[in-house]
């Protein structure tokens, strides 16, 4: 009868040991995913960045150009009046669709960093 008694114990320690084991490896499977995908998530945020900078100074260097055009065709203190007033209208649209930009942008970086969290549960 001891050598049965040994026998399940030897068993049960060893369905324990698969048991810890099969744990052990999910949990690291799922830590690769979730910094994976914080790592892609992270490199996404930086070519929208880039593209962002490339665009806002395609935009700005065009304002410039279209400003410098009006400085040179404007003749008198009321054209320069007239130029600075739709000048800064078109400033401030543009001031406006960038903070527009912005808040999509924050409002994607939450949700796509809300969906790697639900995906990858840390617990």
């Keep these: 009868m001891p050598e ?4 399940v114990a030897v068993t049960a320690v060893e369905e324990v040991a698969t048991g810890a ?5 999910k949990a690291n499977e799922q830590a690769a995913g979730f910094l994976f995908g914080a790592q892609k ?3 996404e945020e930086l070519v929208f960045a880039g593209n962002e900078f490339a665009e806002r100074a395609q935009t700005e260097m065009h304002l410039l150009s279209e400003l410098v ?3 040179a065709g404007a003749h008198s203190v009321k054209d320069i009046r ?3 007033e739709e000048c800064s209208k078109h400033q ?5 669709r960038d903070c527009d930009r912005v808040f999509r942008h ?3 970086v939450i949700e796509a960093t809300s969906n790697l969290f639900k995906t990858h549960p840390l617990n």
């Design 4 to 7: 049965h008694s040994e026998t």
């Design 21 to 25: 084991q099969a744990r052990i490896a």
């Design 41 to 43: 998530l992270m490199l």
């Design 69 to 71: 055009s009006k400085l």
């Design 82 to 84: 007239t130029m600075v």
């Design 92 to 96: 401030i649209d543009f001031i406006r």
């Design 106 to 108: 924050g409002e994607r």
